[in-house]
């Protein structure tokens, strides 16, 4: 079953950001001091579509997200890339923070045996039918459905916006391979169920970067 999570994941904001945080331990450098690769300072997302989300997720029994001893928040990086950062500090092995199964978006029936696997553009498919032109499901997820980019902002194209003559310049073959024939899968898709090509091209995007696969055993009887 494929699932849709991610509600930190990749994505910038216009929104007013106050008091800058940082993670930086105060050690001493010196020679041999290992460089961090992880940005060491954030500014928390205080937006109400973000506030909303952390709501939300709360109210399905969350942990460790929300409010000063939460120990996490979401913020934004220099960059004004959104992410995921720590308030206090956590050893190897804990726990930083839980989301239940519960909240996320069913991208597959567990119950429906398929004859082929599952596709991302199928995803995107599901995705497009069950939540984002389901007035029902789109206002009941709509805290989440909310913080997702959308063509206009946000967004980052990938290899799969590209023109066939920009995939043709790409140094990496297999990318080159694979982005070609996501566009052939999706123009294939896009005949089959009537979506527009641009709008199922988008729905792939969201589907394939902020989902993943999780097995669930289905009781026969």
Not at 171 to 179: D, R, S, T
Request: aromatic share 10%; net charge negative.
């Amino acid at each position: 079953v494929r699932a849709f999570f991610a509600p930190f994941a990749v994505s910038s904001s216009n929104s007013s950001k106050r008091k800058v945080k940082t993670n930086q331990g105060k050690a001493a450098g010196g020679f041999g001091k290992k460089e961090d690769t992880v940005p060491v300072s954030h500014t928390r997302d205080e937006s109400p579509t973000t506030q909303q989300l952390i709501n939300f997720l709360l109210q399905w029994k969350s942990e460790g997200l929300g409010g000063d001893e939460a120990g996490t928040e979401i913020g934004y990086d220099a960059n004004g890339f959104r992410g995921l950062y720590a308030t206090k500090s956590f050893k190897k092995g804990d726990i930083i923070c839980k989301i239940p199964s519960d909240c996320a978006l069913a991208l597959a029936d567990p119950s429906v045996v398929a004859e082929t696997e599952m596709s991302v553009a199928d995803g995107a498919v599901n995705y497009l039918q069950w939540y984002a032109m389901n007035p029902q499901a789109k206002e009941m997820w709509s805290p989440y459905i909310d913080t997702l980019p959308t063509r206009e902002a946000n967004f980052d194209p990938t290899p799969d916006f590209y023109s066939d003559e920009e995939i043709a310049q790409l140094e990496f073959p297999m990318i080159a391979k694979q982005a070609l024939e996501r566009k052939e899968q999706l123009a294939e898709v896009s005949q089959k169920t009537n979506i527009p090509f641009d709008e199922l091209q988008f729905a792939t995007w969201l589907v394939s970067s902020r989902s993943f696969s999780i097995k669930i055993t289905v009781d026969d009887s």
